[in-house]
């Protein structure tokens, strides 16, 4: 790989998401910390996400917003990482991934700003409600050890930082399978790096 990599970022942000994925491919990257409000507005940077917001990984001519975005291009632009899937593993490994870019952090957000759907409207929201996706992503933790199976992939930066974040600001409950995710997501090298102040 010759292309430089770039993160822009805020350590307060999904940014650390990607971060935590750049630490896992084991290449070397330059972060540029943008400071919320006009920096994140300038003509430059707009030019880069026009939605003025972070993460955005720029390699060489790519330009990649949306966190599971960037753990899905990275894990295929360096393939010699290992955090593609396995032809057997692509199925769990693109579900997972995008429910929790869709149903979790979705559902988490409305109840976070006190959006609750009613019984007869749930079926309007893609995640029906609190209750039903928590109850998948026990279900699945309790069956398998990483997202796609028994490897840790890409898949599980990004469903992993949601996993991690619910039971920080207990947006999560604190059940077995879940807590157990999270303490082996947490000893990784890759996440200890991502997340010590520098």
């Not at 917001?53 to 393939?79: F, Q, R, S």
């Amino acid at each position: 790989m010759t292309a430089e990599l770039t993160l822009y970022t805020n350590p307060k942000s999904r940014g650390r998401i990607a971060q935590w994925m750049l630490e896992e491919i084991g290449q070397p990257y330059r972060a540029v910390v943008l400071e919320f409000g006009e920096p994140m507005r300038t003509p430059e940077f707009l030019a880069l996400n026009p939605m003025g917001k972070v993460p955005v990984l720029v390699h060489g001519d790519a330009v990649v917003t949306e966190a599971a975005a960037i753990c899905a291009y990275l894990a295929e632009a360096i393939p010699e990482a290992g955090l593609a899937p396995k032809p057997e593993e692509r199925a769990d490994y693109f579900r997972w991934m995008f429910f929790a870019a869709g149903p979790l952090e979705a559902v988490i957000t409305a109840r976070a700003l006190g959006l609750e759907a009613p019984p007869e409207r749930r079926r309007m929201a893609g995640y029906g409600d609190f209750d039903t996706v928590v109850a998948a992503l026990e279900r699945k933790l309790a069956v398998s050890d990483y997202v796609a199976g028994g490897r840790f992939t890409a898949a599980d930066v990004y469903f992993g930082a949601q996993v991690v974040w619910g039971l920080m600001f207990q947006t999560l409950p604190p059940s077995p399978a879940l807590v157990a995710y999270r303490d082996r997501l947490m000893v990784r090298p890759a996440w200890v790096r991502a997340n010590t102040p520098t």
